[in-house]
């Protein structure tokens, strides 16, 4: 920093990093036969000996019109239960339309931020549009990210008693990566044919759900 | 990280703002302060469109002394600020808002210059340019190894007062003035600012509150004869 030329000041705020497309597959597993798939990544992933990870998270969507374009969707993540970490503000862009790709592609841009973001971006004209509580086990290999986590449904006017969507859990492998990087697509396919047949991960083609949030 | 002060400079009558900047270096490098690179703190502001409701305006700012954050600052219009600290990809967020804020490029304003180590304390002394246009210096100092303003204000002062050469009030600046504040019982409190625990997010208001007086005035910075007198009594030497 001390020896910091005018050249590199002007540089260090442009410097954002380029890893801004989220390559995605999706399946789940029910509760029943959750402990054998963790069994299964923990043998797979990286840091063996180690317990797994866990999380415990609030997620908060909302949205922001815009005239004749589709609605900004902007995603706010806290840990539940530790007030120390930073708030994690999350853009989605829509996934890509490319059926050759054998993982869903979309932008993504991730921010860690402090705990103001939720009045921020309420004053800013976004709306809530949904809210939920996810809490499972996170995964590590190389740079692909598992994570296995049951969702909950928040019960209004109780914060700490929330109720599981469904009796099963979602299970995610994702990669953040710089555009362009398509091998990490054939990367995540391999990993993926590992887990059968506990689960089965798929690119997820969101237009076939409906009109689902 | 310690508690910065950001004071505005008179420019002294018949200098151009590149000679008030080369007096002052000279001044603190005769003190023995040690040269440190440059730095640069900038400002964006982003205004919302007419038909989303009351006007808005998000003022993003960086730091070149935290190189990977961006700072924001949401003034609601109702006299309201929310600030947000975030990593420096934030800014890439802001462009996929264009068509709600779009930004007011004629407004871009930024301080650079050099930087200096000087014991405990960093000084910086920054030339404001707003679209190429000089618009007047401001001089940021810190005290490093403090956290709350109220324990070096005097020190703070001091230093400024002895390569500045102004006398600078004896009150606390302007932004850590006492302000009334409504409390979680909905009374009106008036809380001491200087007694906080400084945080960054304290230098980028401090910057944004000189921006916007900077921007509001169309004319070059007002020279005040007073400061250059004051300026030639203060018995330093300067090489």
């Known amino acids: 920093m001390n020896s910091m030329s005018m050249a590199q000041v002007a540089s260090s705020k442009e410097s954002v990093s380029q890893a801004n497309q989220e390559y995605l597959l999706q399946g789940s597993i029910i509760a029943s036969a959750v402990e054998h798939l963790i069994h299964r990544l923990r043998g797979l992933c990286d840091n063996v000996e180690n317990v797994p990870e866990t999380f415990h998270d609030l997620e908060v969507c909302m949205s922001m019109r815009q005239p004749n374009q589709v609605p900004l969707q902007v995603r706010v993540r806290r840990a539940l239960g530790t007030r120390d970490l930073p708030f994690q503000l999350r853009y989605i862009g829509q996934p890509e339309l490319d059926r050759s790709r054998p993982t869903l592609v979309r932008s993504s841009i991730d921010v860690g931020c402090t705990s103001t973001v939720l009045e921020f971006l309420t004053e800013l004209g976004c709306r809530v549009d949904f809210e939920y509580v996810s809490q499972g086990f996170l995964f590590r290999k190389g740079r692909m990210k598992i994570t296995v986590a049951k969702i909950f449904k928040i019960i209004p006017g109780k914060q700490n008693d929330s109720e599981p969507v469904c009796n099963s859990y979602l299970v995610e492998l994702s990669v953040l990566a710089p555009n362009g990087q398509d091998a990490i697509g054939d990367e995540m396919r391999i990993f993926a044919e590992q887990l059968k047949p506990l689960v089965h991960l798929e690119k997820i083609d969101y237009k076939r759900l409906g009109n689902i949030p | ?239």
């Open chain 2, 1 to 239: 990280m310690g508690v910065t002060v950001l004071q505005p400079y008179q420019i002294p009558e018949g200098k151009t703002g590149a000679q008030a900047i080369d007096f002052l270096t000279k001044r603190l490098l005769a003190l023995g302060a040690v040269h440190t690179g440059q730095f640069l703190v900038d400002c964006e502001t982003y205004i919302s469109a007419p038909q989303h409701g009351p006007s808005k305006a998000v003022h993003v700012l960086h730091d070149s002394e935290y190189p990977v954050t961006t700072f924001s600052i949401l003034d609601t219009g109702t006299g309201k600020q929310i600030p947000l600290v975030a990593d420096n990809l934030f800014d890439l967020l802001m462009l996929k808002m264009t068509s709600v804020y779009t930004s007011k490029k004629q407004t871009k304003i930024e301080s650079k210059g050099a930087r200096f180590e000087y014991g405990d304390f960093l000084i910086k002394l920054g030339s404001v340019t707003m679209m190429e246009n000089f618009k007047g210096i401001l001089i940021e100092i810190e005290y490093r190894p403090c956290v709350v303003l109220f324990y070096c204000w005097e020190m703070i002062r001091e230093v400024l007062q002895s390569f500045l050469g102004v006398t600078v009030a004896k009150e606390y600046p302007g932004y850590f003035t006492s302000q009334p504040v409504v409390n979680a019982m909905g009374q009106q409190q008036l809380h001491a600012k200087q007694h906080d625990i400084y945080e960054p997010i304290d230098t980028i208001n401090q910057y944004l509150e000189h921006f916007t007086n900077y921007r509001k005035q169309n004319i070059m910075p007002q020279v005040s004869s007073q400061s250059s007198n004051m300026s030639m009594n203060t018995g330093m030497r300067v090489s």
